[in-house]
């Protein structure tokens, strides 16, 4: 689990060079998409996604780095988080499956993020 003050996100604050290292492509051009009011909410939320997911892994950000972690949503609007191939198998995370439910509430975005091994085991 993570939490993300939403104005730690506020990019009239954050350079685009800050912003790229911290976010997959798919993600920066995504946001810059959105109105100004939306845009820190959409990043914190994803910023906590990727923080949830190193903690679960139990690594923190060693041997991945947060512009390699995506978060992608569905057409009917479920969140999931993709990885970069290269860190995926270093990482051995073809063998498990991550589940992700992100949420926000003005100041604050929380992830939630549980691996489950491909056999069933948590």
């Not at 051009?29 to 845009?39: D, F, W, Y």
């Not at 990482?91 to 949420?103: F, R």
């Amino acid at each position: 689990m993570d939490a993300v003050a939403v104005e730690r996100m506020d990019t009239r604050r954050m350079s685009a060079h800050v912003l790229r290292r911290l976010f997959h492509e798919r993600e920066y051009q995504e946001a810059m998409t959105l109105p100004e009011e939306r845009r820190a909410e959409y990043l914190a939320s994803r910023f906590a996604a990727k923080e949830a997911l190193v903690k679960a892994l139990g690594t923190g950000f060693r041997g991945i780095a947060p512009r390699d972690i995506a978060v992608v949503v569905d057409r009917l609007g479920r969140p999931s988080i993709t990885v970069e191939s290269t860190v995926r198998q270093a990482l051995h995370l073809d063998s498990m499956i991550i589940h992700l439910s992100m949420t926000h509430e003005r100041s604050l975005a929380l992830a939630f993020v549980v691996l489950e091994e491909r056999d069933g085991s948590l």
